[in-house]
């Protein structure tokens, strides 16, 4: 038991070595726990939870909420995206909410892997963000930028959006 006790405040150690390192923002709510806030490109940041354990460090981090459309098309493109993931995976609550979630040997946590683990957290979320906002969320899309058109707002941060607002014009309808 104390070798575990001394494996979990290593793992401890390296979490707070890598975060300070990076210049990440991080709280340690309790022994072991900590929760890191990554900067995005797509998604403004992620936050990840990490638990130092007994045996394995995990870690979890919010993607997005449970889709509105396209369910199954989601649930597809993650299952196909998670062939070529490193050490995470994608994963789906009882609520329907998306998560990236991670596991790893308590012995096998350093600081190449837990960087590599981040960076892959970070691409899974950020870098597929978008993407899965096309998915389960285009018609949300379309009606918030009709609303923002609306009321003269700014509709920039929807910019990466624009191929879903192509409407036929009238005289060109395929249909």
């Excluded at 923002?148 to 060109?172: I, K, M, W």
Aim: charged share 25%; with cysteine.
């Amino acid at each position: 038991m104390a070798d575990n006790a001394a494996e979990t405040e290593r793992a401890a150690q390296v979490i707070e070595g890598v975060v300070k390192d990076a210049g990440l923002e991080w709280e340690n709510p309790a022994p072991g726990n900590y929760v890191v806030k990554l900067p995005g490109t797509r998604k403004l940041s992620t936050t990840v939870s990490l638990i130092a354990g007994r045996h394995t460090l995990s870690l979890n981090a919010f993607v997005i909420r449970h889709p509105d459309e396209n369910e199954a098309g989601v649930h597809r493109w993650l299952l196909e995206r998670n062939l070529k993931l490193f050490g995470v995976s994608y994963a789906v609550d009882p609520l329907g909410d998306i998560y990236v979630t991670g596991r790893l040997p308590l012995s096998a946590v350093t600081a190449e892997e837990l960087d590599r683990l981040l960076g892959q957290v970070l691409e899974a979320a950020d870098g597929s963000f978008n993407t899965l906002l096309e998915l389960g969320f285009a018609s949300a899309i379309r009606k918030e930028y009709d609303w923002r058109v609306a009321r003269g707002e700014s509709t920039c941060n929807l910019d990466a959006f624009t191929h879903l607002l192509q409407r036929p014009s009238p005289g060109n309808d395929p249909g």
